[in-house]
């Protein structure tokens, strides 16, 4: 009996050591005068007023450490450093104390100058105006994880690389600043998701850095930059892919861009790029293009402005293979304009145009005038010199490989398969005209556009084989129909109105 009661005591004194061990915590605030450890067993902390770093003293935490801030609280860095080496089991979180954190409900943690080198590996950072502010020489982020803050990074020096790190959900911005200019030096195998913002602000860009084997999908905007290279990166279901300010020395290569609205769009350098399933691939500014392909979009390049060099390129089976304004001929050379739906070239301005040396698909000059819309469709427009041209068959396009654009994903739906035969008729038309397909539509979508990109018509939950378009208030010209069941387009073409 007695030996029972004591082996009892123990368990409790034991229950009781391990309770208060779960619920430990320690506040900190203040100045931080001499290297220090923030260590597993005593975390959380608990961030209760402004801390300082100060200069030449390094900030050791422990992996498993939680740090919380209070409202409206942060932590300056002031040339000295945090040690924050997390593992892929025992991460180290900086977040909100608020029992319902929104983003920005704290300020976040500023690198303030410095020679001494910060380190974060394994770590999370979340609800902060600014998950990081870096201005220190450099800092290495590794393994980590910003989301749910204003904005994830706020980069300015050259000295940062980033390896292995997601920005996911941040509400502004993942990496930039949202009305600043910033810079980093390297990312390498990074994801920018689900920002408004993923690299950039809105209204300056990231002004340097390099982006290797990265993915930046699903946000508003993907990235506003300027001399920023992008290699091997894949830009998918933003809105728009990548923004470059004007003759910066942007350039994007060996990467791939899907489903976007606009891919790419300023860009100086594009080399060997894959584009598809976008609204338009690549447009305005467009200094140096080589080797890169473009199907499956509705318009592959819309180009306008300052046009140089295109060299090798294959623009095959899109709705609208070139549409072109510019007061400049543009340099060609060996290019490959097929096989597009609607145009292969549509001319957008009064200028006549040389387009040399380039092949169509085809031998007979009446057959490739007739897949280049110009002024001799419409009188406001300049006519484009085709001849000398290179002549070839569609057979140059066998063997070239599918562009691999991550699938669609579809919940609760059976996919089917149509063999779909559309019409359209009257086509041209002046008041109404009808789609007609040869399968019953499910919960389709209708989208027209001007061939500038503007959305003219939209309509959604369409069950039934025909669509009637009415005139309206749109103007005589040309137009470009597309209609989707779920992510799959059955139906697309030109529309002209008279």
Known sequence: MKTATIKNLASNLLLLVFSLAAYAQTNVSGGIYNNNRWTKVNSPYIVTDTIVIFPGVTLTIEPGVTVKFENQIWMEVRQGAIIAQGT?????????????????IYHGITLNGGTITSRFNYCNFRYAEFGLQVYADTTLIKNSNFNYNNSGLEPYSENINIDSTNFRNNKWVGL?????HSFIGVANYCTFSKNYYGIGGSFEPLDMGTFINCKIDSNVRGAYVDAVKFYHCQIDSNRTGILASWLSGSLIQNSTFCSNFFGASNIDTIINCNFSQNHIGVQDHLQYMNG???????TALYLNNDIGTMI???IFHNHIGIYYSSYNNITLLNNKICNN??????????????????????????????KIYDGYDNITLGLVNFSPFIKCD???????????????????????SYDNKVSVFPNPFSSNTQITFNHELT??????YTVYGQLMRFAEHINSNHITIYREQLQCGLYIYSVYEGANRVGSGKLIIQ
């Open 88 to 104: 892929g089991s025992d991460s180290i979180t900086f977040t909100s104390n608020s029992i319902s954190p929104i983003p920005g």
């Open 176 to 180: 930039g600043h949202l009305s600043g």
């Open 292 to 298: 890169s392909l473009f199907n499956d979009n509705d």
């Open 312 to 314: 090798n390129n294959l």
């Open 341 to 370: 739906s609607v145009y292969n070239l549509v001319k957008g301005d009064p200028n006549n145009t040389n387009f040399f040396n380039t092949c169509w698909c085809d031998s007979d000059s009446a057959s490739i005038s007739s």
């Open 394 to 416: 569609s057979s140059i396009l066998a063997g070239i490989p599918a562009i691999n654009c991550p699938q669609p994903i579809i919940t609760q739906v059976e996919e089917q």
């Open 443 to 448: 919960n389709a979508t209708l989208r027209v």
